[in-house]
């Protein structure tokens, strides 16, 4: 598959480009998460959607590590690591926010940035 600059695009990086498929809001909040033994990792939220985020984080948690994240409004949120590179994690959440809750975090965490 040729990029709009001619290149050639690995297969797989179409495949996760497309599996995402929503837009992602930016985000700039501090929070923290636990991991399964109950370690805190610090995470600084880049941008989110109501089923996933991406974060910088402290920490060095990998693909398919489970983790219980702190967010405004909802309190800890069971997620899943999908990727980690480079002190950034891509997370799916367990549960899909509700958009009424979404947005009114969205508005909380602008306020607070």
């Known amino acids: 598959m040729a990029t709009p600059g001619g290149r050639s695009m690995p297969r797989y990086a179409t495949a ?35 089923n996933g985020l ?4 402290d920490g060095d948690p990998a693909a398919g590590d489970r983790l219980q994240i702190r967010l405004p409004i909802l309190g800890p949120v069971d997620a899943v690591v ?11 959440l367990e549960r899909t926010i509700p958009l009424g809750e979404y947005y009114t975090m969205l508005t909380l965490m602008a306020r607070h940035s």
């Open 16 to 50: 996760v480009r497309d599996a995402r498929g929503e837009p992602r809001d930016e985000v700039m909040h501090r929070t923290h998460a636990l991991d399964a033994d109950g370690q805190t990792v610090k995470l600084v939220l880049v941008n989110m959607s109501a």
């Open 82 to 92: 999908r990727w980690s590179l480079g002190g950034r994690i891509g997370c799916e």
């Open 54 to 57: 991406m974060a910088r984080c």
